[in-house]
């Protein structure tokens, strides 16, 4: 009887539409909340936010970002503040997608993008450096480092227009 059961329950299914994704094709849509691959921003000005305070290391619990700060100058300025993250690394076969970098974040620097085509043949490709997770400057913006006149920067986070 259980296999009348099977069989009647294969016979239903046969007739159904097939619910298969044809993947480059069609992308499946991710929930609004999904976190993909991690990525470094910029302030409009083309600055980067990334003040190299290591906070998001700190808060990972994979030990998963390594993050080596290094002293801005007025002739190669990465960030407004004093420092800039001279290294930058995400091994992503550590990363556990959590977000607690994100949370820690005092300048909102790294974002969990919705990326989610990452993929590795070597286990030194999982290790994303500053230069694949920083976004392009805002276009007709220099890219980092600028020159800028002696003493325009001395605060960690730049004003920023009213939009009111």
Same mark, same amino acid.
């Given at each position: 009887?259980?296999v009348?059961?099977?069989?009647?329950?294969?016979?239903?299914?046969?007739?159904?539409?097939?619910?298969?994704?044809e993947?480059?094709?069609? /992308?499946q849509?991710f929930?609004?909340r999904?976190k993909?691959?991690h990525?470094?921003?910029?302030?409009?000005?083309?600055?980067e936010?990334?003040?190299?305070?290591?906070?998001c290391?700190?808060?990972?619990?994979?030990?998963a970002?390594?993050v080596?700060?290094?002293?801005n100058?007025?002739?190669?300025?990465?960030?407004? *503040?004093?420092?800039y993250?001279?290294?930058?690394? %995400?091994n992503?076969?550590?990363? %556990?997608?959590?977000?607690y970098?994100?949370d820690?974040?005092?300048t909102?620097?790294?974002?969990l *993008?919705?990326?989610h085509?990452?993929?590795?043949?070597?286990?030194?490709?999982? %290790?994303y450096?500053?230069?694949?997770? %920083?976004?392009?400057?805002?276009? *007709?913006?220099?890219?980092?480092?600028?020159q /800028?006149?002696? *003493?325009?920067?001395n605060?960690?986070?730049p004003d920023?227009?009213?939009?009111l």
């Amino acid at each position: 009887m259980n296999v009348i059961k099977g069989f009647a329950t294969t016979f239903k299914h046969l007739l159904e539409e097939p619910v298969t994704i044809e993947y480059p094709e069609q /992308v499946q849509q991710f929930a609004e909340r999904y976190k993909g691959r991690h990525e470094l921003k910029r302030y409009d000005n083309g600055l980067e936010k990334c003040i190299g305070c290591a906070l998001c290391a700190a808060s990972c619990p994979a030990d998963a970002i390594w993050v080596e700060a290094a002293e801005n100058t007025d002739e190669a300025r990465f960030s407004p *503040g004093e420092r800039y993250a001279k290294t930058y690394e %995400i091994n992503m076969l550590r990363c %556990i997608f959590c977000g607690y970098c994100e949370d820690a974040c005092p300048t909102e620097a790294i974002v969990l *993008g919705r990326e989610h085509r990452m993929s590795f043949t070597d286990r030194r490709d999982a %290790i994303y450096t500053k230069d694949m997770l %920083i976004n392009p400057p805002p276009a *007709g913006k220099p890219a980092t480092p600028q020159q /800028v006149e002696p *003493g325009v920067y001395n605060r960690s986070i730049p004003d920023m227009e009213n939009p009111l």
